[in-house]
């Protein structure tokens, strides 16, 4: 299917443009920061008008986009991963997630830009997930995807979807215990 220049403009307004806010928040959990974030949501709606002609109007737009969008972010992050190292920023990261930092000389966007949503210990523990197990809690449970639209964006099979998201709601439950257990929650279980 081929669009006129007037249809692609309508097509990525109407379709596309709709989803940009859900693409930042995916984009920002991926990557961390605030910079790449944009980067890569930029990156990705430049792509979904470069292959407009592949999209099929009525589709899921956004699972589309979100496919795209994880492809990027994993090609951006293999380049990443075959250039040397600069900095750690594990180590960068555990030194402003510790208790020993000045809050007045640093600020947690990955805080700032969800405060509002989940609590600062709900979102250092999903923050703390491998991407992998990060990326099906975020599809799933904060964006609203169903399993197939997940293998599909994920590019994998739904098996592996619904354990890869069961192995991380059990990771994102062990990290917030403690948490659960400060708020008067009781562990069922015993």
């Not at 830009?113 to 250092?124: A, K, P």
């Amino acid at each position: 299917m081929s669009y006129e220049s007037k249809d692609k403009k309508r097509v990525f307004n109407e379709e596309f443009m709709p989803h940009v806010d859900a693409m930042y928040n995916f984009a920002f959990r991926l990557t961390l920061d605030e910079d790449d974030a944009k980067d890569l949501v930029q990156e990705t709606f430049m792509k979904a008008y470069r292959f407009i002609n592949s999209f099929e109007t009525g589709t899921n737009a956004k699972a589309w986009l979100f496919r795209i969008l994880k492809n990027s972010f994993i090609n951006n992050y293999r380049k990443k991963s075959k250039q040397p190292n600069k900095v750690d920023y594990q180590e960068v990261e555990s030194f402003y997630n510790s208790d020993s930092v000045n809050e007045n000389i640093t600020t947690d966007l990955r805080v700032e830009t969800v405060q509002h949503l989940i609590g600062d210990e709900i979102t250092n523990a999903l923050n703390s997930l491998d991407v992998d197990f990060r990326t099906v809690i975020i599809l799933c449970d904060l964006e609203g995807f169903t399993y197939e639209e997940m293998a599909k964006i994920l590019d994998i099979p739904i098996g592996t979807v619904r354990s890869r998201l069961h192995r991380a709601r059990n990771l994102l439950k062990e990290k917030l215990k403690q948490y659960a257990s400060s708020l008067g929650y009781k562990d069922k279980r015993k």
